[in-house]
């Protein structure tokens, strides 16, 4: 059932927050007001202290008594027996304190707080709502504290949120871990909740190169995990962006993980500065609301669950509707995915029943600007241009300019030429030239022999590749520009006979710069419906200045196309009705695929107007909305195409909940 959240009994439309919070008991404090003192009726004496601004003394209020010590305020006896609701705690000389007891809740302001309540059993946990005052919360390890979330379904959900939202506490991690891979744990709500991944540990450099990983969120590490809410959540990474010289090697930071979800809700998050959003797998998840920017990949990863033990289950009943992910941060060696399908650790299971609306994905001048990495290639440390590169096949030359070398000689003998990158690096202090070496032959792109190759901004990057003429069979450099890629709906292959199915991919606005828009090629796929969506790219203008608008230094690779279906016809899959730069075995009556790249703008123009600053690419999600607009006296006035209308009541999907961020 997808989209339904099961918990004590009861079957409750995930979609429904009245709803969630009926069931938890809990009470939204996001009317606590500044200042106020808030405590649960569940805490015991001396937990929880905040700050005050009343002597030191005993105030009683409530039917609760408390300490004031230091400009801090905490209960003085366990306050079991209070009045839940607003009191005032009354100091001399009409000094005063708002006071907010909650009923089912237990405050905490320590770590060590907090653990504790995670000690717990199960049992004195169902039903608690946990309010969290400000300040930091370390290591929150399930390994720590194994089996506290068991039995979702026999008890009460167990909520963990913001004392106040306003004054957010900040978390490094969260963990839910079982002993037993066959007793499900869940029943839980994040909300709220701040995590800063600043303190990852470093470890030795694995098969990734990443010598630190953390996840803000990780579920079902051992056991499924069920029925959960991770609402309003902020992830705040440490990455920095490719253009600054950064990477995303020294630290694999993401999201939220569970690769053995059922009924689980991940709703309104933001997420910034890391590499992947959200991972997930399982059956009845909702992805909804979501922020993502400045992180290097995927906004979503989906694959199929992991049981252990190498065994695997069916990934189904998955929406992922009204999520937003912008200004990428990638190089493209890690290159970011709207939506990434595939199989973690290779895995052979299917995915089904998948619904991808609404959603908008757009680099933004950030992602446009950042400098390009050859996917599969491995980077040298930056150096300085030596005079002759080495025939090194699959690496990346980071060279420090000015400076001039000469390419190895090319050799495709076996069939398979080498390949490598080079690109000036983002400290470089002058141009970079690449020049054949005496009696071989350098091409750009499709072009004709050229003297030389000149590398004139930092960070500006190029494929080398060996290539055989068709004609008299001589080998040649061919070079192509590598710039950060963005894609949209992009499947790996699944291993033996696991296939998707019963994919629906409608009304997204999805602005990309890789050549893949959607892509679903394995022959064993069946029913993938691609409908109503614009798939778009970006035309930049001028954003480096340089007088040359929609140039590479704009990060618009004029040697190839973008934007299109890559879908193996012969399966029988509908394409209908969308945008496409060009269709790659589509029904092209079906669908707009006229979008190029090398006419200057003009199939561009004909469907669409510029925004104010002559360029076609949106900053927000707003504008990427505008500019998708087609033209009322354009190639599309009148056909059914693309995820927006000329005007919003023609629009096939309802687009007012766009707010920018």
Not at 72 to 94: E, I
Request: hydrophobic fraction near 40%; glycine fraction near 14%; include cysteine.
């Amino acid at each position: 059932m997808r989209g339904f959240l099961r918990w004590a009994g009861a079957v409750l439309p995930a979609l429904s927050v009245a709803a969630v919070l009926a069931a938890s008991g809990s009470t939204r404090a996001g009317d606590t007001g500044p200042g106020a003192a808030v405590f649960g009726l569940r805490n015991l004496a001396g937990e929880a202290a905040v700050p005050t601004p009343l002597p030191d003394g005993t105030y009683r209020a409530g039917g609760g008594v408390f300490a004031a010590r230091g400009g801090l305020l905490r209960p003085a006896a366990a306050l079991g027996d209070a009045v839940p609701g607003r009191h005032r705690l009354t100091g001399p000389g009409g000094m005063a304190q708002e006071l907010i007891l909650r009923a089912g809740a237990r405050c905490v302001s320590t770590t060590g707080e907090l653990r504790a309540v995670l000690a717990l059993s199960v049992a004195e946990k169902s039903g608690l709502t946990v309010c969290l005052n400000p300040g930091r919360y370390m290591d929150l390890d399930g390994r720590d504290f194994p089996d506290a979330f068991l039995d979702p379904e026999a008890r009460a959900p167990i909520v963990f949120e913001a004392t106040d939202p306003e004054a957010r506490p900040v978390l490094n991690m969260w963990m839910m871990r079982s002993t037993d891979p066959d007793r499900p744990n869940g029943g839980v709500v994040l909300r709220d909740l701040d995590f800063l991944l600043d303190d990852v540990p470093a470890l030795p450099p694995g098969a990734t190169g990443f010598v630190g990983i953390r996840s803000a969120v990780t579920l079902a590490s051992r056991g499924e995990t069920r029925a959960v809410l991770l609402e309003r959540l902020h992830v705040r990474g440490t990455l920095g962006q490719a253009r600054a010289g950064q990477t995303e090697l020294e630290r694999n930071l993401s999201g939220i993980r569970g690769l053995r979800l059922r009924d689980v809700v991940i709703r309104d998050n933001r997420f910034e500065g890391i590499v992947n959003a959200i991972a997930v797998g399982g059956t009845g998840i909702v992805v909804e609301d979501n922020r993502m920017r400045h992180s290097w990949g995927d906004f979503l990863r989906l694959s199929p669950q992991l049981l252990g033990g190498g065994d695997c289950a069916e990934t189904r009943g998955v929406t992922v509707r009204r999520n937003v992910m912008s200004h990428v941060w990638s190089n493209n060696r890690i290159h970011p995915d709207f939506v990434h399908l595939f199989a973690a650790s290779n895995v052979s299971c299917d995915v089904s029943d998948v619904l991808i609306e609404g959603n908008i994905a757009f680099p933004g001048r950030d992602g446009l600007l950042q400098p390009g990495f050859g996917a599969g290639l491995r980077g040298t440390p930056p150096g300085p241009v030596p005079a002759r590169l080495p025939a090194d096949d699959r690496v990346q030359h980071r060279l420090i300019g000015p400076g001039r070398a000469t390419l190895p000689a090319p050799d495709c003998a076996d069939g398979r030429g080498p390949r490598f990158g080079v690109q000036s690096d983002p400290t470089s202090a002058g141009p970079i030239r690449l020049e054949p070496p005496p009696g071989a032959v350098l091409r750009v792109g499709r072009s004709g022999p050229v003297p030389s190759l000149t590398l004139t901004a930092p960070g500006e990057t190029w494929l080398l590749r060996c290539q055989a003429d068709a004609r008299t069979g001589r080998p040649y450099w061919q070079a192509l520009p590598a710039l950060p890629y963005i894609q949209g709906v992009f499947s790996n292959a699944l291993p033996g006979r696991a296939a998707y199915s019963d994919i629906t991919v409608r009304h997204n606005l999805l602005w990309v710069t890789a050549p893949a828009a959607v892509s679903f090629r394995d022959p064993d796929d069946r029913g993938i419906a691609v409908t109503r969506n614009s798939f778009l790219r970006p035309w930049p203008g001028d954003i480096d200045g340089d007088g040359v608008p929609n140039g590479l230094g704009d990060g618009f690779n004029t040697l190839f196309n973008s934007g299109f279906a890559m879908m193996d016809a012969a399966a029988g899959h509908e394409l209908r009705g969308n945008v496409l730069g060009f269709s790659g075995g589509a029904d092209d009556a079906g669908n707009d695929a006229g979008l190029r790249h090398d006419d200057g703008g003009r199939s561009l123009l004909a469907r669409f107007a510029l925004g104010p600053d002559g360029a076609f690419s949106p900053e927000t999600a707003s504008a990427a909305v505008a500019l998708a607009r087609p033209r009322a006296d354009g190639l599309l006035a009148g056909r059914a195409m693309g995820a927006v209308g000329p005007t919003p009541d023609q629009d096939p999907y309802d687009w007012s909940w766009v707010r920018d961020w």
